[in-house]
């Protein structure tokens, strides 16, 4: 079998050697938040739901997690771990590195459920698809709100970081991307302005004291590479808004990349695409759901 790097990946289904409460825990300190169809749709879709809701109820009384109640949802709960579930958790291997993010209280919550939730949305339908086709591609798979640096002292925090192995035959092509997440709650240029914060990253190398700045973009000691082997993909995906506006952005995204000199020299090295959520729910990540941001037809988002 061949492995191709474009990530080490959790599998195509969680184990079943793991218990489902510490599953839950992960999850929720991976997510940071979820509700109890999302939880149940990543860990156990094959299950009845009270498979999932029985150990979120138990655990609720251990005090380890909580919840707050979505509003006109015929009270659909959005699940997140209490101080002393983050202190729990923070030593899972899975999470090592991650840092804690408790909730203090159901109102804190929901401030957060608007944009997480649509976060976890993204997830699933990348997992339902892998699923689907046989990838591998798991719950812990999706790391949220990972920060990186840029020069002057600045930071690009992603919405997620997502690792993927696509299955071809014998070959295993390792995919990374990084995901943002769009409901139309910014301005269309400053979504478009993030692809520069993407341009500065791919294109930042730390200089030692004392010696001059380099000009040649993603030169060896870039700082992407402590992390990754291939800068990762960048995806754009849209929603809460009609598609005629998601369509506006989505050209403003494009515009972003034929104007600015290093977006556009970044889109000629990586993959950069867009997508309407609701799309990848209704047909999946692998249809041709996807515009390139540097032009061209839709596609599926490994054909960018």
Do not use: C
Request: without cysteine; positive net charge.
């Amino acid at each position: 079998m061949t492995t191709v790097f474009e990530t080490v990946p959790s599998g195509r289904t969680p184990s079943p050697v793991e218990p489902l409460p510490h599953q839950l825990l992960a999850v929720l300190g991976q997510h940071r938040m979820a509700t109890t169809n999302q939880l149940h749709a990543l860990l156990r879709p094959d299950a009845a739901r009270q498979t999932v809701s029985a150990p979120l109820n138990k655990l609720r009384r251990d005090s380890l997690v909580d919840y707050t109640v979505l509003p006109q949802s015929n009270r659909s709960r959005a699940w997140y771990l209490t101080s002393e579930g983050a202190r729990l958790t923070k030593d899972f291997p899975a999470l090592r590195g991650r840092p804690p993010y408790p909730i203090s209280s159901a109102t804190a919550a929901s401030l957060k459920t608007p944009h997480t939730l649509t976060v976890v949305r993204t997830h699933l339908a990348f997992v339902t698809d892998a699923r689907r086709r046989g990838d591998e591609h798991g719950h812990l798979d999706w790391t949220p709100e990972v920060s990186h640096p840029l020069s002057d002292g600045e930071r690009i925090i992603t919405d997620a970081v997502m690792h993927y192995t696509l299955m071809e035959g014998d070959e295993r092509t390792k995919l990374r991307a990084f995901v943002e997440i769009d409901r139309a709650t910014m301005g269309s240029e400053r979504l478009a302005s993030k692809l520069i914060e993407y341009a500065r990253l791919w294109s930042y190398e730390p200089q030692p004291v004392g010696r001059p700045r380099s000009r040649q973009p993603a030169a060896p000691g870039a700082v992407w590479l402590r992390w990754y082997p291939v800068f990762p993909r960048v995806l754009f995906v849209l929603t809460g808004a009609s598609r005629y506006v998601l369509g506006n952005r989505i050209n403003d995204l494009q515009a972003m990349v034929a104007e600015h000199p290093l977006v556009g020299t970044l889109a000629r090295q990586v993959p950069m695409g867009a997508a309407i959520l609701e799309n990848l729910e209704e047909r999946g990540p692998t249809a041709d759901v996807w515009v390139p941001l540097a032009g061209g037809g839709a596609r599926p988002w490994t054909e960018l």
